[in-house]
């Protein structure tokens, strides 16, 4: 029997989104691979896997379940977006907003989640429109807490006030582990190099950024070393990066539903370069959370340009590590 | 992100409507993790050997339906689907001459939980399809 303290090990099929895109993996391949890697919680997006959504067949959610029991999988959480630029020249209206997050709650309904990934655009008050409905279709709605935002944030601390008054036990949090960027990723670095950066200015920044004390005169810093468009984009970059304490996780201990395990690169040793899981892990075991972490894998962006991308491998990776984490035979 | 897969290789052709050669098509996908509406599509650029194409003779089609740009910006159902590769129309009378052509194309998309317009760009050279 595995000990786990109750944290699970899951995936999210983003994490094959460069297979899926090019055709080389479908939806069915995404779910068998996580299975074959331990990866038993499937977490899923409609908008990039399920074409036609959200006006999916009844024989579509029957081969999902199909999916599910044929591979001893299950459904954990569905990626909610919300799209209020839908209309040119105008946002949606609350009704509008109201009205796409309950067809996301019906579709994790059907496909057996208990868990929606609210996309941070969501506003707190359609949250709280939102709950009773979460509570009717039995999803728990948690927002992302993702890069460039972090606990501390105005928007998040509206959310998480406006959570606390409703008092509803479906609306809480799903923090990204983007959030605890240590050191800048080595895929990205290396990509502004191979796009023109200065060797010595990325490695500068990445040595600014590894400091966490903020980018205070960094600009102008790189700029005296003759610094050209990509090293100042860069530079952008690591402002909208954020590395928070891990140790903060335990103030928000009641409210996280879910995990996503973002990761860039995880190395041959199966520890991941610029974020510290080893920290992590740890605290949300102290935490008592006993929900998924999903792997979430977003490193294909930055080395598709070159590189043959291995979703698969980096995941494996991945879940190694988490397993030793959470202390698994 | 996935910009060098915009412009698909394959299938660039000059387009044939009752005898005529009416304009000229490629196959292209969104730079974007996800499939979009189609609204949100804000707009479609291509330049033919350094030449813009003007918007109002573009075209698209996905999954067999087809929409001219201006259309899409109202089109609030139907979706351009991650990976999808969609087929984009130019009327140019006459097409396109055999042989090699710079293509550049670039999509801009409103995405709504960013501040800013997302725009993929992709450029290559293709051989036109007999």
């Known amino acids: 029997m595995m000990i ?128 009773p409905y979460a509570e009717q279709y039995n999803v728990r709605l948690g927002l992302e807490i993702h890069a460039p935002f972090n606990f501390d944030h105005e928007w998040i601390q509206r959310h998480l006030e406006t959570y606390a008054r409703v008092g509803s036990p479906y609306l809480g949090i799903i923090p990204d582990m983007g959030i605890f960027e240590k050191r800048f990723p080595r895929v990205r670095a290396d990509r502004y190099v191979r796009q023109g950066a200065h060797p010595h200015i990325v490695q500068y920044i990445s040595d600014v950024h590894a400091q966490h004390a903020g980018t205070e005169g960094l600009v102008e810093a790189i700029k005296a070393m003759g610094a050209n468009e990509l090293d100042l984009a860069m530079a952008g970059d ?8 891990p140790r903060r996780l335990l103030e928000f201990a009641p409210l996280i539903f879910h995990i996503h395990g973002k990761f860039y690169e995880m190395l041959e040793d199966c520890t991941e370069y610029s974020i510290p899981y080893h920290e992590i892990v740890p605290v949300l075991r102290e935490c008592g959370f006993n929900g998924f972490i999903s792997s979430e894998y977003e490193g294909n962006r930055h080395i598709q340009d070159v590189f043959e991308v291995d979703s698969v491998e980096q995941v494996r990776r991945h879940q190694r590590m988490l397993a030793r984490l959470l202390g698994e035979a | 992100m996935f910009d060098r897969y915009i412009i698909c290789e394959h299938d660039f052709r000059n387009v044939v409507s009752a005898g005529e050669v009416v304009g000229f098509q490629l196959r292209t996908r969104l730079p974007y993790y996800r499939g979009l509406g189609l609204s ?91």
């Open chain 1, 4 to 131: 786990t303290n109750g944290i699970k090990r899951g995936v999210s099929l983003y994490s094959f989104q460069e297979e899926f895109f090019l055709r080389k993996m479908t939806l069915e391949d995404c779910i068998a691979a996580a299975a074959t890697l331990g990866a038993l919680g499937i977490e899923s997006i409609a908008e990039q896997m399920m074409p036609g959504f959200p006006n999916l067949s009844d024989a579509f959610y029957d081969r999902w379940h199909g999916w599910m029991a044929k591979y001893g999988t299950t459904p954990t959480c569905h990626d909610l977006f919300l799209d209020t630029k839908m209309y040119k020249g105008r946002l949606m209206t609350d009704a509008e907003m109201l009205a796409s997050v309950v067809r996301d709650l019906k579709h994790a309904n059907r496909l057996g989640c208990t868990v929606i990934r609210v996309i941070v655009n969501t506003p707190p008050h359609i949250m709280e429109l939102a709950a």
């Open chain 1, 238 to 245: 690591i402002a909208h990066m954020t590395y928070v304490e």
């Open chain 2, 40 to 130: 949100m599509v804000e707009d479609i650029a291509i330049l033919i050997d350094g030449q813009p194409i003007p918007r109002e003779a573009l075209s698209l089609t996905v999954h067999g339906n087809t929409y001219a740009l201006s259309e899409m910006e109202t089109e609030y159902v139907d979706r351009w689907e991650f990976g999808e590769e969609a087929v984009l129309i130019a009327r140019f009378p006459g097409g396109l001459a055999a042989g090699l052509h710079k293509v550049d194309l670039t999509h801009t998309l409103r995405i709504s939980y960013l501040p800013f317009l997302s725009i993929g760009s992709d450029t290559k050279v293709l051989a036109l399809a007999d």
